[in-house]
């Protein structure tokens, strides 16, 4: 029951970008269509429930977001060449060396 939120809280990078889009897409052209305070609550909780199924979905195939994996890329793109390894040659000594990035 709680995969869904489980699911959202893995890619919250993901999650707050799209908010913003469905905000500026759907959501206004929606907007002006709802009557009622609890028509804005089903709304507000169709894309949450919505989202989170999609999420729940896309976790089953990746370990992270689409979102975060772009960022997850980047950040060792950015650092692999100051990443702490053990060099073949200096024993129990640490140097650094370029690693391979892990997915």
Do not use: C, K, N
């Amino acid at each position: 029951m709680l995969a869904p939120l489980v699911a959202l809280g893995a890619m919250p990078l993901t999650f707050y970008v799209l908010h913003f889009v469905y905000l500026g897409t759907v959501w206004a052209w929606l907007q002006p269509r709802l009557s009622s305070p609890v028509a804005y609550l089903v709304a507000s909780l169709t894309f949450w429930l919505v989202f989170a199924m999609i999420a729940g979905r896309w976790l089953d195939r990746f370990r992270r977001g689409p979102f975060e994996m772009v960022l997850h890329a980047t950040a060792v793109g950015l650092t692999s060449p100051w990443r702490i390894g053990r060099g073949a040659s200096t024993g129990d000594r640490r140097v650094l060396q370029r690693v391979t990035p892990h997915a």
